[in-house]
């Protein structure tokens, strides 16, 4: 946990009672001028059977429908740089190292309909 957990909200998903996945997210002006996704965790033994892509496109919904935000940016990691192109992310940056791990900055906007 960190002081940001206070203002975010919190996703998970469970089976069973028991918290299989996790995202984080946090409102606009937070972390950066655009409300953010992070710590986006699935349990080793539920990978491979889409929780993940679930938790982050309802991560992304509540953003836009609920919170009423038209951009949602992110710090991935490197590696799954074509998992969120699929949502419609895009990079905003070159690969950089947090906590020792190599991160790319990526937006997500809502497309506008005219």
Partial sequence: MDSKD???YHLFGEDQGEVVGYVRILPKGIVYKEAAIGRVLTKQTYR???LSLEMVKRAIDYILDDIGEDAIRISAQAYLLKFY???GFEKTS???LE???EHIEML???LSVE
């Fill in 6 to 8: 206070e203002n975010a």
């Fill in 48 to 50: 491979k059977k889409g």
């Fill in 99 to 101: 906590d020792g791990i």
């Fill in 94 to 96: 070159d690969v950089y």
């Fill in 85 to 87: 192109e699929g949502f």
């Fill in 108 to 110: 997500y906007k809502r």
